[in-house]
């Protein structure tokens, strides 16, 4: 199931925020969206999951135009949104949290799935019946996930997942995306951290002030002179570093979490 985002087109009112944008994501692949606040990422990413109208311009999932479908119509098609700021319903526990994910489903693989993501992250195992909004940046960062990932996605597009969280949560997240993309989920990733995005992608598109300027391969966009001088902030040999395992990284967060009720 490819995305085909081609010359898109999207405003508030008379300001452009987004200008002839095109990408591809292909049926598995890992994707990054890197650029400086402002640039309009995430309003390209509310554009293709239907969340704001496009001016002009084309969206097609799966062989499918999808450009004029609402969110709930194109999340059913196989593509979920992680928004940045995560969106949980915070009185309501992370169970329920997890099961709307999978409101719209009528197969009898919920409650596995739900195994998988506990398995996937299993802080969250442990807050089950806790109200969403009591829990840590990272849990809550974690349940937004795990609840996008209910819905069975074919696509995941990703909003700044690693925003304002400790470096090793932050650590923990990336690890799990990672095991999310290795069982088959293709990724559209903007992040903040353009070191961790290519990281973990295989490609990468640099957006500046509403324009894709420039694609290539991650390792590409990492070497570039310009990308590494502008976003990644130095030599990328000295940069990227391996990303340890969620589970070994959650369990270090302890000191990190501040807002957890003991």
């Not at 719209?104 to 195994?115: I, M, Q």
């Not at 391996?242 to 959650?250: H, I, L, S, T």
Request: charged share 25%.
């Amino acid at each position: 199931m490819t995305l085909h985002v081609r010359d898109l087109d999207v405003g508030y009112g008379s300001v452009r925020a987004v200008r002839g944008a095109t990408l591809t994501v292909g049926e598995g692949e890992a994707v990054a969206l890197i650029g400086s606040n402002g640039a309009g990422k995430s309003t390209l990413l509310k554009a293709i999951s239907g969340m704001l109208a496009c001016d002009s311009g084309s969206v097609w999932f799966a062989g499918e135009d999808v450009t004029a479908c609402p969110s709930h119509v194109i999340a059913g098609k196989g593509i979920a949104h992680v928004p940045e700021g995560r969106r949980l319903f915070p009185r309501m526990t992370v169970r329920e949290n997890l099961l709307l994910g999978a409101f719209r489903r009528r197969d009898g693989h919920v409650a596995k799935d739900l195994v998988t993501q506990l398995d996937l992250f299993p802080r969250l195992g442990e807050r089950l019946e806790q109200e969403a909004g009591t829990l840590s940046g990272g849990e809550q960062q974690m349940v937004a996930i795990a609840r996008a990932l209910m819905s069975r996605p074919a696509l995941l597009l990703l909003d700044e997942p690693g925003l304002g969280l400790s470096p090793l949560m932050a650590s923990a997240v990336f690890a799990a995306i990672s095991e999310i993309h290795r069982a088959g989920t293709a990724l559209l990733l903007v992040e903040q951290n353009a070191t961790k995005a290519l990281a973990i992608t295989s490609r990468g598109y640099v957006m500046t002030t509403g324009e894709i300027l420039r694609d290539g391969a991650s390792t590409d966009l990492r070497d570039d002179p310009t990308v590494r001088e502008i976003y990644l902030g130095g030599a990328p040999e000295t940069r990227l570093t391996p990303v340890p395992g969620p589970r070994a990284a959650v369990q270090s967060e302890e000191v990190h979490d501040e807002r957890r009720p003991r």
